[in-house]
């Protein structure tokens, strides 16, 4: 049992980025998949798909490369279970100059920073990715 999933996530992405891997399995969930999404949209990953399995399902994130570079370069988790951030939707960070993204969990579903300001809606800010 993980106290904190999406830090599980951040932490595969991470370790695969350093090893250079094509691709990454992790125990899906609704959350991962929207978090997934948002990677995909705003071009931080090449694709993601759910493979069935007998009890959870596995969710696999193909990670992006330009020559030979991964497109991510940092992930930062920012609520955790001890310490949850919550933020305005004034009050929203810009990631490293608006470069990267900040990703939250708002009453209208998992969002990223920009949808943020645009739907004028804040929420639990759960991670930054640049």
């Known amino acids: 049992m993980l106290t904190d999933p999406i830090a599980d996530m951040l932490t595969r992405i991470r370790n695969a980025i350093m090893v250079k891997a094509e691709k990454v399995d992790i125990p899906a969930s609704k959350m991962k998949l929207e978090i997934a999404k948002i990677l995909k949209e705003e071009g931080f990953i090449r694709a993601y798909k759910i493979i069935k399995d007998r009890r959870q399902g596995i969710l696999r994130i193909s990670l992006k490369y330009v020559d030979g570079e991964s497109v991510i ?7 955790k279970p001890g310490r949850r951030v919550y933020v305005g939707y004034r009050n ?3 990631v490293m100059g608006g470069v990267g993204i900040a990703i939250l969990s708002t009453p209208k579903g ?16 759960l991670c930054y990715i640049w």
């Open 73 to 79: 370069s940092g992930l930062q988790k920012v609520s």
């Open 92 to 94: 929203i960070p810009r």
């Open 110 to 125: 998992i969002l990223s920073d920009r949808v943020c300001r645009q739907q004028k809606v804040g929420g639990e800010l």
